[in-house]
C-alpha cells in the first residue's frame, strides 16, 4: 500500500483532519499514554519538547519510577528543565535518539525541530545521537517499561536503534505520534508508516490507531 493510500485508509476511519480534529487527537493520545503509566514504572519521553508529557508522567509513576526526558533542543531543554526542577524522579538527556550513534545537525525551529543535512543555517545546531540500545548499555538511562516518542520524522529511525529494548520483556508498551507529512519528505519513496507497524509487530507489539497519527502498541501477551 502507498503512503497516500495508508493516510486514505485511516482518514476514511477517523473522519478528515482539522485543527480542532487534532487537538482531540492529542487528548485522546496523552488519555491513553497516561493511563498506561504505573507506579515505579521507568518511562522514556523521547522528544520531550517542554515537558507537557513528562510532567504527567512524572506524577503517575510517583517515587518510586523515573522518567528519563531525551530533549536535544536546547532551548526547549532549558524550559524542560526550569519546568521540571523540583520532579526528583526526572533525568533529562541533551541527546537525539536515533539509528546510529554520531553527531548531527539539529534544526531549532520551536514546533518543526528535527535532523537536517545542512549545517551552513543559523539555526542549526549539532546534537549528540545516539541509539536507545547504546543508552541502556552506557547506563545513561534504564530499561524502560513505557516509551512515548514524539520525533518530527525520525520514528522510524529511533526504533531501529532500540531492537534489543523493543524485545525486552520488561517494555510494556510505546506510544508514538507519527508524523506523515515529514517522515515522506525524508523518505520520498518509502511508506514509512507501514514499516513502523510492521517493525513494531516484529519485537511482539499489538499495534491500535487511537487516531490517525498516534500509535498505541502493546506487548502481546504470551501463554
Same mark, same amino acid.
Given at each position: ?83 521540571? @526542577? ?51 548499555? =552506557? ?6 517499561? =513505557? ?14 536503534? =532500540? ?6 520483556? @520488561? ?27 510492521? =517493525? ?24
Amino acid at each position: 500500500m502507498t503512503l497516500r493510500g495508508f493516510v486514505r485508509r485511516l482518514r476514511a476511519k477517523y473522519g478528515i483532519l482539522n485543527r480542532s480534529r487534532g487537538d482531540r487527537r492529542e487528548k485522546v493520545f496523552e488519555r491513553e499514554l497516561i493511563k498506561e503509566a504505573r507506579t515505579g514504572d521507568i518511562t522514556w519521553d523521547v522528544g520531550a519538547f517542554v515537558g507537557g508529557y513528562t510532567k504527567k508522567l512524572s506524577q503517575e509513576v510517583g517515587s518510586e519510577g523515573r522518567v528519563f526526558a531525551f530533549e536535544p533542543n536546547p532551548q526547549s531543554r532549558e524550559r524542560l528543565q526550569e519546568r521540571l @526542577a523540583a520532579e526528583k524522579n526526572v533525568t533529562v538527556l541533551p541527546i537525539a535518539l536515533g539509528s546510529r550513534c554520531e553527531s548531527v545537525n539539529f534544526l531549532l525551529s520551536r514546533g518543526r525541530s528535527r535532523v537536517v543535512s545542512d549545517s551552513n543555517r543559523p539555526d542549526v545546531a549539532v546534537v549528540r545521537m545516539e541509539t536507545g540500545d547504546a543508552i541502556v548499555d =552506557l547506563g545513561e538511562a534504564t530499561q524502560p517499561n =513505557l516509551i512515548k516518542i514524539d520525533a518530527e520524522g525520525l520514528e522510524l529511525e529511533i526504533l531501529q536503534g =532500540l531492537l534489543r529494548t523493543l524485545e525486552s520483556p @520488561a517494555l510494556r508498551a510505546v506510544f508514538i505520534e507519527v508524523h506523515f507529512q515529514l517522515l515522506a519528505e525524508r523518505y520520498p519513496t518509502d511508506n514509512v508508516p507501514a514499516e513502523i507497524v510492521e =517493525l513494531l509487530k516484529s519485537c511482539g507489539f499489538r499495534i491500535r490507531w487511537v487516531s490517525p497519527s498516534h500509535i498505541a502498541a502493546h506487548r502481546r501477551r504470551t501463554s
